[in-house]
Structure formats: C-alpha cells, structure tokens
C-alpha cells in the first residue's frame, strides 16, 4: 500500500512547488507522473515551465488516466495532478460527474496499492469564485469529491496558502 502525502491549495499556492522539494528530499531519483492532456498552446507552456522547474535526477512518467498500468513500486513517485488527471475522466465520461468519479475511484484504488512512497497534488476548487457556469460547477464538485477521498486514504495531508504549508493531517 502507499504512503500517502496529498497537497492541496488554490491556484499558484506553491503546490508543486513544495511538493517537488518534499519529493528531492526522500529520494535521489524521484519520479514525475503527469497527468496533463494538452489542450492548447498556453496549456503547453505551463507544462513546459514544470519541465524546466525539475533536473536531470528526475524520471518523467506521462500518463492520462491510467495511472495502474506502470509499476511504482519502491519509488518516491510526485503525481501532478489531480485535477488534470479528473478532468480528463470527466472529459471521457461526456461531463457526466458519476461515471467519472466511479471511474477515477476505481483507477486510483489499482494505482494506490502498490507499494511506494507517493505525493499528490491537487487543487481546492471550492475555496473561490463560484462557478459561473454548470459544467464548471458540475467540475468543482466532482473536485471536492475525488480530494475528500484521497485525503481520507492519506497518511499526510497540507494545505497550501500563499506558498506557505499548512499542515493539517499527519
């Protein structure tokens, strides 16, 4: 089973930030797994600045959805993140919240068992402006859902705040 670390916070928090310094300090080999699709050239430039945030001690794993099918095991594994491996569920299922929360469960209860040292980001949704449209809204809970869950499972939790960690499980 996994050790579990989750991250959660706002936008530009200093979530993956600490998440990648917490993960440089339990291994000298860490591993990056992202979960990003691509949607757009902006898109495709935050991704690229992740890239060049990280050195030549990391390992870049590049996987959508299903996150069981590589194997972990032993490794300090950073999982970036939450929200972009959801939305593509979300996505997937037609924007229809239960099948892909159903879905996202299921594949993060194959992927979690393995036996690893695993830090997740993630983002707090909930925590702003409220969601002006219902896709939006439909999104921020499917969200809040899918983050109760994992920090349930957690062994730690933090809260970001204005790059500053707050721990509050653990």
């Not at 600490?18 to 990056?32: G, I, K, M, T, W």
């Not at 925590?127 to 499917?142: I, Q, S, T």
Request: hydrophobic share 40%.
């Amino acid at each position: 089973m996994a050790s579990i670390t989750f991250i959660t916070g706002g936008a530009r928090s200093g979530k993956s930030s600490f998440a990648q310094r917490l993960a440089e300090q339990q291994s000298d080999n860490p591993v990056y797994l992202a979960t990003a699709r691509i949607w757009d050239e902006d898109f495709a430039q935050r991704v690229k600045r992740h890239q060049d945030d990280r050195d030549d001690r990391w390992q870049t794993v590049e996987e959508e959805k299903e996150l069981s099918k590589h194997d972990f095991t032993g490794q300090t594994v950073l999982m970036d993140c939450v929200t972009l491996w959801l939305t593509n569920f979300f996505h997937d299922n037609d924007y229809k919240i239960d099948g892909a929360l159903e879905a996202a469960k299921a594949e993060w209860e194959r992927f979690a068992k393995q036996d690893m040292n695993l830090i997740v980001v993630s983002n707090e949704l909930g925590m702003g402006v409220h969601p002006e449209n219902e896709l939006a809204r439909k999104f921020a809970d499917l969200q809040g859902w899918m983050n109760q869950f994992i920090a349930q499972q957690a062994d730690t939790v933090f809260l970001m705040v204005s790059g500053i960690e707050v721990k509050i499980k653990g």
